[in-house]
């Protein structure tokens, strides 16, 4: 299990997947969805009490109440590594972040949207999903990935922050 603080903000975030075996889950109203084995980047948002800390603790340690789409498929899967922004006061930003992300991220050739709708469904900005499929065949790193995030955000590369559970997560992605 990945170990990490996080601040209290409010913020956005990216959680990296994997899944090691086929499954069909009840992903609340959406229904049963199949995912098959492969890498995943969940976006997601903490805009509650405890903000980032909150959140991503809860995703890091796994189990509990479902209560969200992502925790049916945080249960059969493991955490490889998260990327997050904290909420900046002075942004420009119409669109949330998470939804900014996602989009591009779907965008991306050979990426895939496994189950429409997939947390995303009280998104006002038209994303697909909130979940993205990579490509097993590709393997991008995370950190390949925290670099398409900052760009999409234009910011420097050192405002979003990354971590992967050791080395070798990467290299097992």
Request: glycine share 10%; net charge positive.
């Amino acid at each position: 299990m990945i170990m990490a603080v996080f601040p209290a903000d409010s913020g956005s975030y990216a959680l990296f997947l994997t899944l090691s075996s086929p499954q069909t889950l009840q992903i609340g109203r959406l229904g049963a969805g199949f995912f098959p084995p492969g890498i995943y980047i969940y976006f997601g948002s903490a805009r509650g009490p405890g903000g980032l800390r909150a959140r991503l603790g809860r995703h890091l340690r796994g189990g509990g109440k479902s209560h969200w789409h992502i925790d049916a498929l945080r249960a059969v899967t493991e955490v490889k590594g998260f990327c997050y922004i904290t909420d900046q006061k002075d942004t420009s930003f119409t669109t949330p972040i998470e939804c900014l992300w996602s989009q591009a991220l779907a965008a991306l050739p050979d990426t895939s949207v496994p189950l429409p709708g997939f947390g995303a469904s009280d998104c006002r900005a038209g994303c697909p999903a909130h979940l993205i499929a990579l490509p097993v065949d590709k393997k991008k790193v995370l950190s390949v990935y925290g670099d398409i995030l900052a760009e999409v955000l234009q910011v420097p590369r050192k405002a979003i922050s990354r971590r992967t559970g050791s080395s070798s997560a990467l290299s097992n992605l």
